[in-house]
Structures are given as C-alpha cells and as structure tokens.
C-alpha cells in the first residue's frame, strides 16, 4: 500500500481507537478538575474505566476487572513532522507539538498511549488510546541520543527523530532505511520530505480529495463498535488535527501493535 493511496478514516484501527469522555451532569466536577492537565485527564476514573475496557477488547482472555490500569510517569509532548517545514516556510521548526500523551500499564504489564489534547475552552481531554508506549520510549530514547534536541515522528513512514541544530538522527528502523544510520542534516531532511510530501499538503489537491488533512467518513476499519464509549473515529481535536499530513494508516499501526515495547 503506497502512502498516495491511504485515507485519513483508515488510520484509526483497532490499534487506536478514539475515545468520548464527555462529562454528564453529574460527573461535571470530577471532569473539570480531570482536565486541568494532561496528566489529571489521563488519571481521571472515568478514562481508567475506558482504558480498562480497550486492555480487555485486546485480550478477550482478560476479564475487564482484572485489567486494573494505572497511570505511570508523567505526560510527554509529541511532536510531529510540521507541514510548515515541509513547505519550506522560513524559520518553521521541523515539527509541532500535536498532542501530550500519558503511558496506561495493565495489571499484566501491558502499556497503552493516551493521547490528549488541549479543548478549545483550554481543558484538557484525552481523544486517542494506542497500544504500546511509543511516545515514551522515543521521548527518552532522543534525549539519550542528542540531550536538548526535538524529539519527533514522521508519521507517513512511522519513523522517530531527534533533531538539534543541523543534525536529524534516527531513532527507529523506519527512521534509519530514511535517512541512514548516521543521520543527516536538517537542510538534507527538508529536501527529502519536501520532495515525498510537498504535492500532498494541506489544501493541494490531493488533500482536497479527503486523503490529507480531512477524514473520509466512509471508510471503515473492521472494527467492533458495540461500545459506545469506545469508537473508531476520526475528531477535529484528536486525530484530524494530528494528522494534518496524509499518513500511512493501518499498516502503521499493525507494525505498532506488533511492536515489542
């Protein structure tokens, strides 16, 4: 599958499903205080309740109950490729703060990704929940790798980066096939992705085709969505403002899920 052919509606798989956590009346308080920082809206019950719910739906083998989710550590920014950049606007940094994301860890030690994303009225809630600890892992790896630099992922090809100054170095396989093993300068990376993606920006044609920067309503993922907490779908304050580039979609996250942590 070449990156050209993939819509936005397929990247939300059953490796990241997004998430309703909208307050009713009586939880109005709870969630109002739960959103103050990504940190309280990843901890907040009701999202430990969802989280428990998407642990048991990828191990039907494990009662929800047992699940017993907790938060650990604290939330990291993630950013990712800036369509800026890619565009070649002067002084655009190689990428943007997308969305905060917070590692949930399983009773048996598995890890899922909450992502959440500052609301319009300036709380905070979380939109996205994915398998693994991705986020974690590279924020930490590129600050082993290249202290003080940005840590950040280009999604179209999944590949993790640290970039500081003129130097661009891989931190995953994805990353190395590339730019090679040894990394490449700032100025050699925007001259790659500008060439891969300069034709697929926001407002090119292509995107105007709903394959970038737009979420195609009519296609489906294969999903079960029998729980109405728990939905595949594609929102303006979650995915759609994540993936302002066309992505590489399931595959991606099959590789993720598939990913040993």
């Known amino acids: ?28 308080a709870e969630a109002a205080e739960a959103a103050t920082t990504p940190e309280r809206a990843a901890a907040a019950p009701r999202t430990l309740d969802t989280v428990a719910r998407f642990f048991a739906r990828d191990d039907a083998s494990l009662a929800r109950s047992a699940a017993k989710p907790r938060i650990e550590g604290g939330s990291v920014p993630v950013r990712i490729l800036s369509p800026d950049f890619v565009a070649g606007k002067p002084g655009a940094p190689v990428a943007r703060v997308e969305f905060h994301a917070s590692t949930a860890v399983a009773a048996d030690g598995r890890t899922a990704s909450l992502w959440t994303v500052r609301t319009p009225g300036g709380d905070w809630q979380v939109v996205n929940i994915a398998t693994g600890d991705d986020e974690r892992r590279y924020d930490a790896a590129g600050r082993r790798t290249l202290p003080g630099g940005t840590v950040f992922r280009e999604p179209q090809i999944d590949a993790w980066y640290v970039q500081k100054g003129t130097k661009v170095l891989p931190l995953d396989e994805d990353a190395v096939r590339a730019v090679g093993r040894n990394g490449t300068t700032l ?45 595949v779908a594609s929102t303006a304050a979650g995915a759609g403002a994540v993936l302002a580039l066309a992505l590489t979609g399931a595959a991606t996250l099959r590789r993720r899920a598939s990913r040993r942590a």
């Open 1 to 28: 599958m070449t990156m050209a052919n993939v819509r936005i509606g397929a990247v939300l798989g059953a490796a990241v499903l997004t998430i309703g956590l909208g307050a009713v009346p009586a939880e109005a």
């Open 187 to 231: 100025a050699a990376y925007r001259d790659r992705v500008t060439r891969a993606y300069g034709d697929k920006l926001p407002g090119s044609a292509y995107a105007r085709k709903g394959a970038a920067g737009g979420y195609d309503a009519g296609a489906g993922t294969g999903a079960s969505h029998d729980d109405p907490a728990v939905t």
